[in-house]
């Protein structure tokens, strides 16, 4: 019986994502990773091996776009955005973005970032009354069991709220040019939270 390396054993895992593709540039690569593991060339197997999966996850981020709402009555929306490699990515995670805007100038960014290493300071931060009072413009927020904050600052026309998905996943609108929180806290609402939780994994 054949031994598998965690190499071997990571390379047939993600030939199995990419078995109901069809051949592109992902199964290509998952190909000549192969041929170089079999080969003996483990280090061009290993660096094949990250560029088809960073080309998975884009495709996996790119589909959870379709997650973020269409624009309201009354608003328009730029195509949504994604982000999951790179230096940012280490520092940010998964980010998916789209903005949203209206004739009279009021405009709003509705993100949902996952596995950033910046989460659990916001996680602390919801878990800990005292440091929320220490902040007077944020305010306790929840919705369907999941906690968050909203935050104004007096005579500002931008509100922002945020809600933590458990702890790898935070939904997030930040608007301006707002009389009230109205419209970022629908658009937040207007994510499937079990959709959001199934996509990633969580």
């Known amino acids: 019986m054949r031994y598998r390396t965690p190499l071997n054993t990571a390379l047939a895992a993600v030939l199995t994502l990419a078995t109901a593709a069809r051949a592109d540039e992902v199964t290509d690569q998952l190909d000549a990773a192969r041929k170089a593991y079999d080969a003996g060339d483990l280090r061009t197997a290993a660096d094949t091996l990250n560029f088809?999966?960073?080309?998975?996850?884009?495709?996996?981020?790119?589909?959870?776009?379709k997650l973020l709402p269409e624009p309201f009555a009354g608003w328009q929306a730029d195509p949504g955005q994604s982000q999951s490699g790179g230096l940012a990515g280490m520092?940010?995670?998964?980010?998916?973005?789209?903005r949203y805007f209206r004739a009279d100038g009021a405009e709003l960014t509705l993100s949902v970032t996952a596995d950033s290493p910046l989460l659990p300071l916001l996680t602390m931060f919801l878990s800990s009354p005292f440091m929320m009072q220490a902040d007077p413009g944020s305010k306790p927020y929840s919705f369907k069991g999941q906690r968050g904050l909203t935050k104004h600052a007096?005579?500002?026309?931008?509100?922002?709220v945020s809600l933590m998905i458990g702890?790898?996943?935070?939904?997030?609108?930040?608007?301006?040019?707002?009389?009230?929180?109205?419209?970022?806290?629908?658009?937040?609402e207007a994510m499937d939270v079990g959709a959001i939780q199934k996509g990633f994994g969580d």
Request: hydrophobic share 35%; net charge positive; glycine share 8%.
């Open 52 to 65: 088809a999966i960073a080309a998975i996850k884009e495709r996996q981020t790119a589909g959870l776009l």
């Open 91 to 98: 520092i940010t995670g998964i980010n998916l973005t789209r």
């Open 154 to 160: 007096p005579d500002s026309d931008e509100y922002e």
């Open 167 to 188: 702890t790898r996943i935070l939904i997030q609108a930040k608007g301006r040019g707002l009389k009230d929180s109205t419209a970022v806290q629908q658009y937040v």
